[in-house]
């Protein structure tokens, strides 16, 4: 592209995006993603490289194409295709507040609208499988206590996948009050409490990290020593669900997900009764209209949340408990340091 699209690029991200909006890496990995098959696009469309795209090819006919591509040609979904219009609605912004030439293709772009969609089916784990999945995982290869320790705290927390990937061992407080700092969308973070066999899986994998001389402050490392990525997790959580799911009512094979097992989470919690409120702000999902309404949900609430439907693989002895499986005066007492 000529110097004057590139450095407006360059500054989109980088001085805006990173200094400006102070948007966290991740969200700032998914604009330039959008830009760099937009600008692709527009270089092919165009039959010339992309370093000769000039500023003046950048138009709305041509962000209208790109959609359709995307949609009609990469098959992506609408909600891929909103994301990436958001973007593209961002960036242009950006540029008709440099750059008054563009102010028009800007304004054509901004009126291009959002498709609407409707969300599939909800996919969740049934008690059965969550139970049948970690009493399957091997104990015998040399990535089983990561891999163990990875499953456990995605169904303890309900945490996203970026949120995994970015856990760093300051971000754990192992103690007699076992909790994690989970950093979230928004640059925001919450506190959530891990069950006690969540807590020592964490504990032995920190060590055993330790114990191989890695560097990285990342909890969950490939094998490599590097952190595990979003999509090293998504593997990971594929290979030892795949035999242990049961099929859907059409005979056909679930892909679980970890978005799957953070929707499990929270059919889970639901269904001990714990109220919808605390259910989204246990999974980072209080919107700025509940956020006024409500007061901030507290830590001490999240842990009776989940004391109510902590699975019975973690209290073997207590298999026949009811829903509340400890009595209110024990529960209170264990709830009375925090």
């Known amino acids: 592209m000529t110097d004057q699209l590139g ?166 407080e192992l103690g007699s009050e076992p909790r994690v700092r989970l950093h979230g969308k928004g640059d925001k973070w919450r506190t959530c409490p891990l069950w006690t066999r969540t807590a020592g899986l964490m504990q032995d994998l920190l060590e055993q990290n330790r114990q191989r001389r890695h560097s990285n402050d990342a909890v969950f490392l490939a094998r490599n020593s590097a952190p595990l990525t979003r999509f090293g997790i998504y593997k990971i959580v594929r290979r030892h669900t795949v035999k242990v799911v049961k099929k859907s009512a059409d005979g056909t094979v679930r892909h679980i997900s970890p978005h799957v097992l953070r929707h499990t989470t929270a059919v889970h919690l639901l269904e001990a009764g714990v109220e919808v409120n605390v259910i989204r702000a246990w999974l980072g999902h209080v919107s700025l209209e509940t956020t006024n309404r409500y007061a901030e949900i507290t830590l001490r609430m999240k842990v009776d949340a989940l004391r109510t439907c902590e699975p019975i693989w973690d209290s073997p002895a207590e298999s026949h408990r009811k829903p509340v499986w400890r009595s209110n005066s024990e529960l209170l007492q264990w709830l009375e340091p925090l």
């Open 7 to 172: 450095r407006l690029v360059f500054a989109f991200v980088e001085d805006h995006l990173k200094c400006q909006r102070g948007l966290r890496p991740a969200s700032i990995r998914s604009y330039k993603e959008s830009l760099r098959l937009f600008l692709q696009f527009a270089a092919k469309d165009k039959h010339c490289r992309i370093t000769r795209l000039e500023l003046a090819d950048l138009t709305g006919e041509r962000v209208r194409h790109f959609l359709q591509h995307l949609e009609q040609e990469r098959g992506n979904g609408v909600r891929t295709r909103n994301q990436r219009l958001a973007a593209l609605h961002t960036f242009f912004e950006y540029l008709a507040g440099r750059e008054p030439c563009v102010l028009g293709e800007a304004q054509q772009i901004a009126s291009i609208p959002v498709k609407r969609w409707q969300p599939g089916e909800t996919l969740y784990l049934e008690r059965d499988e969550i139970n049948a999945l970690f009493a399957a995982l091997p104990t015998d290869h040399p990535q089983a206590l990561r891999d163990q320790a990875l499953l456990r705290f995605l169904y303890n927390t309900g945490a996203r996948v970026q949120e995994v990937a970015d856990l760093r061992a300051t971000h754990l």
